[in-house]
């Protein structure tokens, strides 16, 4: 049966209501555990049958929200939603407070009561009249979003269609297509205001009678965040203000650079090479066809997944007028099957939104096969998200099916966007955070903080050319700012753990798989936190850096201080180097110390040697390797000569004695990072000197095939071992290894193409 042939039978919310009323009342006078076990599964049954007809109806009005008949039902039941929610959650305080809850979760596992108990933080009957408002301003953004009809190039355009446009090589073309789509924001500037004004009120509302301080804490309980909360997600968007934005900044350098603009502007950042961004090749029908031979050559889990989606017709890709924005995948737990909707408009995203949401589907899938409760088999969302974004690197030996010689080009463009999308999913975040903490902003207010936000992550960004960019209000085209507070940093979070499973795939494509596999048949049996774990995130091959106490060598070499066990053996211990600090941290005279302008008495030598000895002995010597994590001095009032000593010195003694240093210098002191060059030719020269000396000969980084030479044959030797058709010999390995990091993976194939 085709899905266009699903029957929909619009619920009848009061029988429902009905019927929980009843099995609640014979939950709570049940005499054993096995007898309230049947009853939780006849619930399931019911609400197997809700989900899959509320399903149905949501994909039907959002493929066209013109569509009298689904518009009406999708309202009736977001209206009646919240008050079935009432019933639900009768039903669930009787089950955290069973008798028999022990044994209850030993059947189904205590994580499931923990949801629950959350979910019971988040509702009260009174929020009842608030969550049907929020229901229809929701949907109020969703109609207002799919009205557009933008003309240009002498066609009628909905927001969707002009993105292909705003990815020409004709850089007029991109900027008057990124005016366009931002003109109807414009346009309708003070219906956007408007709708999210009275939504973030709304759902201010809702904390504040449920006697939260603000939205944001509730909607740590809507999400379900069962293992983190605000901090951990305030340090790890900090991480990527300081790890992941300056990456992005070079990125986007290099892309400026290849497309050849000074300006970088707000409408050349989705435009990625001179001759045009990679393009998919073919109909829609060949798309699809393509997108079917690589999931049944995967593997025969896919395999068998594809053919049941086809099979029953389980997908609306294509954008036409009245059609819902973006893209999302649902389940019809009756059929046991999952939907895929999407807007193809004829750009890589296209195959993008092809894998991440069969991704999404793949994981459904195969939960409801591996896993018999309803409530057990969906995870939170940022699980849901790494299995969709694990999927589309997971699916990189056929991206070639859809790109054909534009396949390295795709590869590319695809790893630096999910590298450059990590901070602008903390800025939603952040943004989010912002908004609900002062929910008494004005809509200027809220413009001037995505501005401010702009700035910390994207930096990148030059919006001054378009209005809508300009004003601050860029984040009104995110539905799920509207439609879903605080979803998106599960996507940045899961962003993380596809890189780890592409990292693997790039080394050892098969148990990539395995392990992704072995992730999915989790479903939501575990927190995030565990099912990483479960899954292998910390594999075998990754090495585990230690910081000494204070990174201090001293403390560090104490006999109090432990490293961890570990069985793999591939713990290092991080230290830092700034002896003596009235010279190698002192600029002037201070409170605890004297500035001293020079250094290289044999006392000096003497010292720098008995601190390397103490590291080399207490871990090198014992197979641990060291890391001297930061070295460095400055050169206001130093004697130059003494600088090039103390720096040259310290990195010799390190090599000696198999440690690594890494001189400390963010501010360009010694090392320029934008010509990548030392400043001072001396100073490099003695560096070089070293390496040679300590360091046995090395092939030139990029030259794989050993030709004296780095270019494209290189890149194709290196993507067939990665792919494991072929094998690379010790200086091949040596050379493939671009990014100096002990291990040869898809990040240094990135990286080579970029060289070339």
Known sequence: MKFSEFPYERPDYPKLMETIS???????????????????????????????????????????????????????????????????????????????????????????????????KSFSPELIPLIQEENQLVQQYQKLCASAKIEFDGKVCNLAQLGPYQQSPDRAVRKAAAQ???????????????????????????????????YVEMAYLLRR??????????????????????????????????????????????????????????????????????????????AEFIQMMFDHDLFDVLSKEGKAMGGYCTGLPKYDAPFIFANWNGTAGDVDVLTHEAGHAFADYTALRCIPHLDLRDPTMEVCESHSMSMEFLTAPWHHLFF??????????????????????????????????????????????????????????????VNFYNRGAGWQRQLHIYECPFYYIDYSLAQMISLQFWSLSMHDHKTAWEKYLAFAKLGGTQTFVDIVRSSGGNNPERHLLISGYGTDIDLTCDSLFQMPQDPAGRCAVSVHYYTPSDFAILEEDASWGTMRSTWGTDADFTQL???????????????????????????????????????????????????????????????????????DSVLQENFRNIREKYQPETPAAGDVNQDGACNLADAVL???????????????????????????????????????
């Open 22 to 120: 009843q099995l609640t009342e014979r939950f709570e006078k049940a005499a054993s555990a096995s007898e309230q076990i049947e009853i939780i599964k006849e619930l399931e049954q019911l609400r197997i049958e809700l989900t899959t007809n509320v399903q149905i109806c949501t994909i039907r009005y959002t493929v066209d929200t013109r569509d009298p008949f689904y518009s009406q039902e999708e309202e009736y039941n977001e209206q009646m939603a919240p008050v079935l929610d009432e019933k639900l959650q009768e039903f669930n305080k009787a089950l955290v407070a069973s008798p028999f809850r022990k044994e209850l979760e030993e059947e189904f596992g205590s994580l499931m009561f923990k949801n629950i108990e959350i979910s019971l």
């Open 180 to 214: 366009a789509y931002g003109s109807f924001f414009d346009q309708h500037q003070a219906q956007f205001d408007d709708i999210y004004d009275r939504l973030v009120k709304n759902r201010t509302e809702q904390a504040h009678r449920l006697g939260l301080s603000n």
């Open 225 to 302: 965040r069962n293992c983190y909360g605000p901090q951990e997600v305030a340090n790890f968007r900090r991480q990527v203000i300081e790890e992941i934005v300056p990456v992005n900044n070079e990125i986007k350098r290099r892309q400026a650079k290849r497309i050849g603009v000074e300006d970088f502007q707000v409408y050349d950042n989705t435009y990625f090479f001179p001759d045009g961004n990679p393009l998919p090749h073919g109909t829609p029908d060949e798309l699809m066809e393509a997108g079917r031979q690589m999931y049944t050559e995967m593997s025969p889990e896919t």
């Open 404 to 465: 054909k010689e534009d396949t390295d080009k795709y590869e590319l463009f695809h790893a630096e966007s999910a590298m450059t999308f990590i901070p602008y999913g903390c800025q939603v975040d952040h943004f989010q955070e912002s908004v609900y903490l002062h929910p008494e902003w004005t809509p200027a207010q809220r413009n001037e903080e995505w501005n401010r936000l702009e700035k910390l992550y994207r930096p990148h960004l030059d919006n001054h050319e």
């Open 609 to 679: 040697n008995h601190y390397m000895d103490m590291l080399k002995t207490t871990f090198v010597d014992k197979g641990i390797p060291v890391i001297i994590g930061e070295y460095g001095c400055p050169k206001k009032n130093k004697d130059a000569d003494s600088v090039r000593l103390f720096l040259s010195s310290v990195c010799e003694a390190a090599y000696s004695r198999e440690m690594c240093p890494v001189l400390w210098d963010v501010t360009d002191l010694h090392y320029n990072r934008s010509t990548c060059q030392m400043n």
């Open 718 to 756: 290196l993507q067939k071992y990665l792919l494991n058709q072929m094998n690379l010999t010790e200086k091949q390995a040596s050379a493939a290894d671009v990014q100096a990091d002990g291990t040869v993976n898809g990040l240094d194939l990135v990286t080579l193409r970029a060289m070339l």
